[in-house]
């Protein structure tokens, strides 16, 4: 007989692998790229697709899967998305081209979309203490940097001794696992007929959220374009028809009030502004330590694991300690820690293996601590039957975190680089693209041109630089502004805002 308590810990771990692997599928193609490229003959903008697909789809379906879920139950939620994941994931690793791999990553994100809010939901449903709670919603948090840096490290050990797909068949056995445990662990369904869930709304959010994210990406290239303007007017209209609807109905897939919580604001802040630096550092320092260093796949994903290495146990103590020192310390505190943390890192990366790890390991303390309570300071800071809701706007934040990164760190990197790059004479301009095209010029001959292996390689490095110190500015002014936010926020009154019977006047209204 499995007792009450050891039932809850259990589900914990079965949520907790649904979440590993919607966060796994974030990064695992970071290094596994170069040989999709290959096996598919994928030209550049359809590998940019093939990685972006799953989070731009993802980004777009979270509101309106989370209230969904307040509706026909989390429990139910949950199992659907762990059904679409599996077949998605043996659709992608069997795509006999880039445009399916394209459709199926888009499937994987509906998939990971019902999932998502569903596993914060249910953690917030299950553990009725307070203490608890929040030690289970660190573990559930601390997970999103963990399954990130994972990513990189598995697809390089499955690439040695397998063909690309591999990378999304590991999906299917813990897909099969997570499903029985549900199944016997979950608490019963916790579905409300009575609650409305307006499909519309969720179409609009979809247009908006996709619209800014692809508009947010054509930004970072340089001059307009048709696909930018679409973008632009989708993310306009959709966010503003969105916004106009949600005032008017009784059931909103968005309450907007709930901003007006300064802990939930802060919380919701945290976790965009972490898988922004998550990202940002994961993808670059990938490629960095690959192109210039000469490191295989596996070994530059062992060197960025050093952040979840160093995410766990702060992960773990700030949920512990959440109720004695409250969230200021931990989260604006964490993320000032993970500042120094990339300090350290632009300071030593082409000088000191040792100090390079030493920073990483505390950017990842840092980040580890806020990200876990951010988590606890977002789902304790709304009242239970808000569940859903809740949940679908800290993944949207995390969402959007790694997706502003990924393009706007990369095109910074890209522009730094090509305007940087001293080309040695008679070498072609197409070696200002990438250092890439640099690196494949310079081996065209009987002889390596090391000069211009050389400038390709300082100039890399000096564009790494431009975004280590783009991402210790935000680091920095996010802990500022969460400071601000949390500073009335003292030990005891971390999760004092969570009103669990309190009902909107619109809602009263409605119920009338």
Same mark, same amino acid.
């Given at each position: 007989?499995?007792?009450?308590?050891?039932?809850?810990?259990?589900?914990?771990?079965?949520?907790?692998?649904?979440?590993?692997?919607?966060?796994?599928?974030?990064?695992?193609?970071?290094?596994?790229?170069?040989?999709?490229?290959?096996?598919?003959?994928?030209?550049?903008?359809?590998?940019?697709?093939?990685?972006?697909?799953?989070?731009?789809?993802? /980004?777009?379906?979270?509101?309106?899967?989370?209230?969904?879920? &307040?509706?026909?139950?989390?429990?139910?939620?949950?199992?659907?998305?762990?059904?679409?994941?599996?077949?998605?994931?043996?659709?992608?690793?069997?795509?006999?081209?880039?445009?399916?791999?394209?459709?199926?990553?888009?499937?994987? /994100?509906?998939?990971?979309?019902?999932?998502?809010?569903?596993?914060?939901?249910?953690?917030?449903?299950?553990? &009725?203490?307070?203490?608890?709670?929040?030690?289970?919603? /660190?573990?559930?948090?601390?997970?999103?940097?963990?399954?990130?840096?994972?990513?990189?490290?598995?697809?390089?050990i499955l690439l040695q001794s397998f063909w690309w797909g591999s990378v999304f068949i590991i999906n299917v056995p813990v897909v099969i696992?997570?499903?029985?445990?549900?199944?016997?662990?979950?608490?019963?369904?916790?579905?409300?007929?009575?609650?409305?869930? &307006?499909?519309?709304?969720?179409?609009?959010?979809?247009?908006?959220?996709?619209?800014?994210?692809?508009?947010?990406?054509?930004?970072?290239?340089?001059?307009?374009?048709?696909?930018?303007?679409?973008?632009?007017?989708?993310?306009?209209l959709g966010g503003w028809a969105f916004v106009r609807r949600q005032r008017h109905l009784p059931y909103p897939l968005l309450d907007f009030?709930?901003?007006?919580?300064?802990?939930?604001?802060?919380?919701?802040?945290?976790?965009?502004?972490?898988?922004?630096?998550?990202?940002?550092?994961?993808?670059?320092?990938?490629?960095?330590?690959?192109?210039?260093?000469?490191?295989?796949?596996?070994?530059?994903?062992?060197?960025?694991?050093?952040?979840?290495?160093?995410?766990?146990?702060?992960?773990?103590?700030?949920?512990?300690?959440?109720?004695?020192?409250?969230?200021?310390?931990?989260?604006?505190?964490?993320?000032?820690?993970?500042?120094?943390?990339?300090?350290?890192?632009?300071?030593?990366?082409?000088?000191?293996?040792?100090?390079?790890?030493?920073?990483?390991?505390?950017?990842?303390?840092?980040?580890?601590?806020?990200?876990?309570?951010?988590?606890?300071?977002?789902?304790?800071?709304?009242?239970?039957?808000?569940?859903?809701?809740?949940?679908?706007?800290?993944?949207?934040?995390?969402?959007?975190?790694?997706?502003?990164?990924?393009?706007?760190?990369?095109?910074?990197?890209?522009?730094?680089?090509?305007?940087?790059?001293?080309?040695?004479?008679?070498?072609?301009?197409?070696?200002? &693209?990438?250092?890439?095209?640099?690196?494949?010029?310079?081996?065209?001959?009987?002889?390596?041109?090391?000069?211009?292996?050389?400038?390709?390689?300082?100039?890399?490095?000096?564009?790494?630089l431009a975004v280590l110190i783009v991402v210790a500015a935000v680091l920095a002014v996010s802990a500022t502004v969460t400071g601000l936010?949390?500073?009335?926020?003292?030990?005891?009154?971390?999760?004092?805002?969570?009103?669990?019977?309190?009902?909107?006047?619109?809602?009263?209204?409605?119920?009338?």
């Amino acid at each position: 007989m499995v007792t009450r308590t050891r039932q809850r810990w259990l589900l914990l771990t079965a949520v907790s692998a649904g979440l590993l692997l919607i966060t796994l599928d974030n990064s695992i193609l970071y290094t596994t790229l170069p040989t999709l490229v290959d096996e598919l003959g994928a030209s550049s903008s359809e590998s940019l697709w093939i990685i972006n697909a799953y989070p731009v789809v993802m /980004a777009g379906l979270l509101l309106g899967s989370g209230t969904l879920g &307040d509706r026909v139950g989390h429990r139910r939620m949950f199992l659907i998305g762990l059904v679409i994941f599996g077949v998605a994931s043996l659709a992608a690793a069997f795509s006999p081209s880039p445009e399916a791999l394209i459709a199926a990553r888009a499937f994987l /994100a509906i998939g990971a979309a019902s999932m998502m809010p569903a596993t914060l939901a249910l953690i917030r449903i299950t553990f &009725d203490d307070e203490h608890e709670r929040n030690i289970a919603i /660190a573990i559930w948090g601390s997970l999103a940097i963990v399954g990130s840096a994972l990513g990189p490290i598995i697809s390089g050990i499955l690439l040695q001794s397998f063909w690309w797909g591999s990378v999304f068949i590991i999906n299917v056995p813990v897909v099969i696992a997570a499903i029985i445990a549900t199944v016997v662990l979950a608490p019963p369904n916790d579905a409300d007929p009575s609650k409305r869930w &307006d499909l519309l709304s969720s179409f609009l959010a979809l247009v908006a959220l996709v619209g800014l994210t692809v508009l947010i990406k054509e930004l970072a290239k340089s001059g307009s374009s048709p696909l930018m303007i679409t973008a632009a007017a989708a993310a306009t209209l959709g966010g503003w028809a969105f916004v106009r609807r949600q005032r008017h109905l009784p059931y909103p897939l968005l309450d907007f009030t709930i901003f007006r919580n300064r802990a939930f604001l802060a919380g919701v802040l945290a976790a965009g502004f972490a898988l922004f630096a998550v990202a940002g550092i994961e993808l670059l320092t990938t490629q960095r330590f690959q192109l210039v260093e000469g490191f295989t796949p596996l070994r530059a994903g062992l060197l960025v694991a050093a952040i979840a290495l160093g995410a766990l146990p702060t992960a773990m103590v700030g949920g512990a300690i959440l109720h004695k020192v409250g969230l200021l310390p931990i989260i604006a505190g964490g993320l000032a820690l993970s500042t120094v943390g990339v300090l350290l890192i632009m300071l030593y990366f082409d000088t000191s293996m040792a100090l390079l790890i030493t920073g990483l390991i505390v950017t990842g303390a840092g980040l580890g601590a806020a990200m876990s309570v951010a988590s606890s300071a977002i789902m304790g800071n709304v009242p239970a039957r808000r569940a859903g809701m809740a949940s679908s706007v800290e993944e949207v934040s995390y969402e959007f975190g790694s997706l502003i990164a990924v393009a706007l760190l990369g095109s910074l990197m890209t522009a730094v680089y090509t305007a940087t790059i001293d080309l040695p004479p008679g070498v072609p301009d197409s070696a200002r &693209d990438s250092l890439d095209a640099a690196l494949a010029l310079a081996e065209e001959g009987s002889q390596p041109n090391t000069p211009l292996i050389t400038a390709a390689s300082e100039a890399f490095d000096g564009a790494y630089l431009a975004v280590l110190i783009v991402v210790a500015a935000v680091l920095a002014v996010s802990a500022t502004v969460t400071g601000l936010l949390l500073r009335h926020h003292g030990p005891g009154s971390a999760l004092a805002s969570a009103a669990p019977h309190e009902t909107t006047a619109r809602e009263h209204h409605a119920n009338q």
